[in-house]
């Protein structure tokens, strides 16, 4: 009886043995609950395009000449010093009367040749850019509950270059990324790719060679806005820059300061910063088009 009460405590410690080390590794495990959280994904920033096209008292200077029923415009054949072609609206403070008449009567027999449709052709850039991986979680045509939406304003804007009747065509995207508590910041990007062309080879046949011309820099301008809105460039204050060249909207070579927002591709991307400057904002740079120094730190 001894023996059986014996043999009786030692299966009832057996027993309880797989018991106490199952509740040991139970308690060493962390708890459902203490478990890492999932990351935190940012919701897609949703791009509408607008109908309005260039606003002229803040994107454009004193007498550029719009092409009707377009978001086309002329500039850089303006007379009178830089201020009025650099300041837009607020240049009229100094230079109160510009003749627009001149840019009409420049391309007033090829002005159906030089019409584009930028705003249906960015769209369908834009989309098709979109549904790339790079950008398919970055962008939606649909906003999000939360999250961002980019209104981008595309315009051209064809530049005559002085004394001559060549021409240099740029793509111009004015975007703003806001929120329902953020009215967000403007920025543009500007892209003009090879040398000035006669204004004849831009509208023969059509206008076939400017639009082939604006429709590979709208490619690049959509990538490189795409790129900056969802991972912007790193914007360093200490990386100014000093260039001489030729400039959206302004006829002649122009020196002006920037700061260097690094590389696409082969391009240089150069921020011109100043709200009222018409051609301030991501200027996407060809090499050789722009003589480019380093501003020494102080």
């Given at each position: 009886?001894?023996?059986?009460?014996?043999?009786?405590?030692?299966?009832?410690?057996?027993?309880?043995?797989?018991?106490?080390?199952?509740?040991?590794?139970?308690?060493?495990?962390?708890?459902?609950?203490?478990?890492?959280?999932?990351?935190?994904?940012?919701?897609?920033?949703?791009?509408?395009?607008?109908?309005?096209?260039?606003?002229?008292?803040?994107?454009?200077?004193?007498?550029?000449?719009?092409?009707?029923?377009?978001?086309?415009?002329?500039?850089?054949?303006?007379?009178?010093?830089?201020?009025?072609?650099?300041?837009?609206?607020?240049?009229?403070?100094?230079?109160?009367?510009?003749?627009?008449?001149?840019?009409?009567?420049?391309?007033?027999?090829?002005?159906?040749?030089?019409?584009?449709?930028?705003?249906?052709?960015?769209?369908?850039?834009?989309?098709?850019?979109?549904?790339?991986?790079?950008?398919?979680?970055?962008?939606?045509?649909?906003?999000?509950?939360?999250?961002?939406?980019?209104?981008?304003?595309?315009?051209?804007?064809?530049?005559?270059?002085?004394?001559?009747?060549?021409?240099?065509?740029?793509?111009?995207?004015?975007?703003?990324?806001?929120?329902?508590?953020?009215?967000?910041?403007?920025?543009?990007?500007f892209c003009c790719e090879g040398k000035p062309l006669p204004l004849a080879s831009l509208t023969e046949n059509n206008g076939a060679r400017l639009k082939e011309l604006l429709s590979s820099e709208l490619e690049t301008a959509v990538n490189v806005?795409?790129?900056?809105?969802?991972?912007?460039?790193?914007?360093?204050?200490?990386?100014?820059?000093?260039?001489?060249?030729?400039?959206?909207?302004?006829?002649?070579?122009?020196?002006?300061?920037?700061?260097?927002?690094?590389?696409?591709?082969?391009?240089?991307?150069?921020?011109?910063?100043?709200?009222?400057?018409?051609?301030?904002?991501?200027?996407?740079?060809?090499?050789?088009?722009?003589?480019?120094?380093?501003?020494?730190?102080?």
């Open positions: 009886m001894k023996r059986l009460g014996t043999l009786a405590a030692i299966a009832s410690v057996l027993a309880w043995l797989p018991q106490a080390a199952a509740a040991q590794d139970n308690s060493s495990a962390a708890p459902a609950s203490a478990a890492a959280p999932a990351p935190v994904t940012a919701a897609p920033i949703a791009v509408v395009f607008s109908e309005k096209g260039a606003n002229g008292m803040s994107d454009l200077p004193l007498g550029v000449h719009r092409i009707p029923d377009s978001n086309v415009v002329i500039s850089g054949y303006q007379g009178g010093g830089a201020m009025g072609i650099l300041f837009g609206a607020v240049g009229m403070l100094v230079q109160s009367s510009v003749n627009a008449q001149a840019g009409s009567d420049k391309v007033r027999n090829v002005e159906d040749d030089l019409r584009f449709d930028v705003r249906a052709q960015a769209i369908e850039m834009t989309n098709r850019i979109m549904a790339s991986d790079q950008f398919r979680t970055a962008y939606t045509l649909t906003p999000q509950p939360g999250g961002s939406t980019m209104t981008v304003t595309p315009y051209v804007v064809l530049t005559f270059v002085k004394k001559s009747e060549d021409v240099r065509p740029y793509i111009v995207l004015k975007t703003k990324v806001a929120t329902a508590t953020d009215s967000g910041k403007t920025i543009k990007y806005m795409m790129l900056d809105r969802s991972q912007p460039f790193p914007r360093n204050d200490e990386a100014r820059i000093e260039t001489n060249g030729m400039l959206p909207f302004v006829g002649k070579p122009l020196k002006w300061r920037g700061f260097d927002l690094g590389r696409y591709k082969d391009y240089s991307l150069i921020e011109f910063r100043g709200g009222m400057i018409v051609f301030s904002g991501v200027n996407i740079v060809e090499p050789g088009a722009l003589d480019v120094k380093p501003i020494p730190k102080k």
